[in-house]
């Protein structure tokens, strides 16, 4: 058993509810998805979250294919507007003529298969439109942040041809830091009087957002966020370095359908991508992304292997040797880790 499977089929014993599919011809699923039909790319997408045999396969036949769309995270507290925002996002990019994506994921709701989020953004006018894929996700498996899957389905639909992505989830837990690490540009939402600003600064929001949408601008206390959000991004961090990029606030009444604020927004979100090609930061951003990818992967292999060693012979004779004294349990780890 190489490390690869050992791991999809641990994730796949988990869900067993889904066994038995027949196999999936990969090679014409990217082909398909790369001719943008939908199924090919929910079935892809299917591939990824189960961990499914395939996922290996998926992975390599969409490696070529990928690395050209780019990737917006829209994180914040329930509520806020998240998929309003998104709605009208995906709105003002199919009319620039952008193909889009939607990955929504609920880190909130392990169970729920994060159906919610996406529904909302379903059921607002883009059911039919062939430019945009819809998808929501759970965060199965992963305690508080973003679906360990959420990079593979980046993938599925970067090579489907998605000139930008969109990921949206509630800012619990890690979830806004694990959305930064994806985003090539992260929006940080917040709503007047809920005193997003205060809290986002303890939750190091701050330090994640490239751009902060000020979202109900229509109610009462907009202008008293905006004046608090540059009060706090004043008071330094990264931001305040020269050479560093400062998030723009910019004020969205996202549940009007026009004069709301979301071109605005995305003029800042291309000013953002401009600056992260010419600084070297953009690819500096997706090396890391890489880079935590891998590391993810082959932690969760080793955690693989080492369920394998629980209860064995090498490891009690390790433990016996630590209660003797003969060794200390870190030079023990060392042996054992050495062996898997
Ligand atoms: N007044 C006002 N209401 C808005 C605006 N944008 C969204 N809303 C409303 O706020 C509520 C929540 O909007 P959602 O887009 O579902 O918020 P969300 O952040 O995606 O929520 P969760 O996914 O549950 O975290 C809905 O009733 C929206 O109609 C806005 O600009 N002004
Ligand atoms: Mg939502």
């Known amino acids: 058993v190489t490390e690869g499977t050992a791991v999809q089929q641990s994730a796949t014993a988990a869900r067993s509810g889904r066994r038995g599919r027949r196999a999936a011809d990969v090679p014409a699923l ?17 591939l990824v979250e189960d961990a499914s045999p395939a996922l290996r396969e998926v992975a390599a036949a969409l490696a070529p294919h990928t690395g050209s769309a780019q990737v917006l995270g829209l994180t914040g507290s329930p509520g806020v507007g998240k998929s309003t925002t998104t709605t009208a996002l995906v709105r003002a990019l199919r009319a620039q003529g952008k193909r889009v994506g939607v990955l929504a994921v609920d880190p909130s709701s392990p169970f729920s298969g994060g159906a919610l989020l996406g529904d909302r953004v379903r059921m607002q006018d883009h059911a039919g439109d062939p430019g945009v894929y819809i998808r929501s996700m759970a965060s199965r498996g992963h305690l508080g942040g973003l679906s360990w899957a959420t990079p593979q389905a980046l993938r599925v639909l970067d090579a489907a041809g998605c000139d930008v992505v969109l990921v949206e989830t509630v800012g619990v837990g890690q979830s806004e830091l694990e959305i930064a690490s994806l985003a090539d540009t992260t929006l940080v939402l917040v709503a007047p009087g809920m005193g997003d600003g205060i809290q986002a600064a303890k939750a190091g929001i701050l330090e994640v957002a490239d751009v902060f949408v000020v979202n109900k601008a229509d109610r009462d206390g907009a202008d008293q966020t905006v004046r608090d959000l540059r009060y706090m991004l004043s008071l330094g961090g990264r931001h305040s370095e020269p050479g560093h990029w400062r998030p723009p606030i910019v004020k969205t009444v996202a549940a009007r359908e026009t004069d709301n604020g979301v071109d605005e927004v995305l003029e800042k979100v291309a000013a953002h991508r401009e600056w992260l090609g010419s600084t070297g930061e953009g690819h500096r951003r997706r ?13 969760a292999a080793l955690r693989e292997r080492m369920g394998d060693v629980h209860g064995s012979a090498a490891l009690g004779t390790l433990a016996e040797q630590v209660v003797a004294g003969g060794t200390d349990p870190y030079r023990a780890a060392d042996e054992l880790v050495a062996s898997l």
């Open 30 to 46: 990217v082909e398909g998805a790369r001719a943008g039909e939908a199924r090919a790319v929910a079935r892809l997408i299917s």
């Open 287 to 299: 090396t890391e992304r890489a880079a935590r990818e891998i590391e993810a992967i082959a932690l």
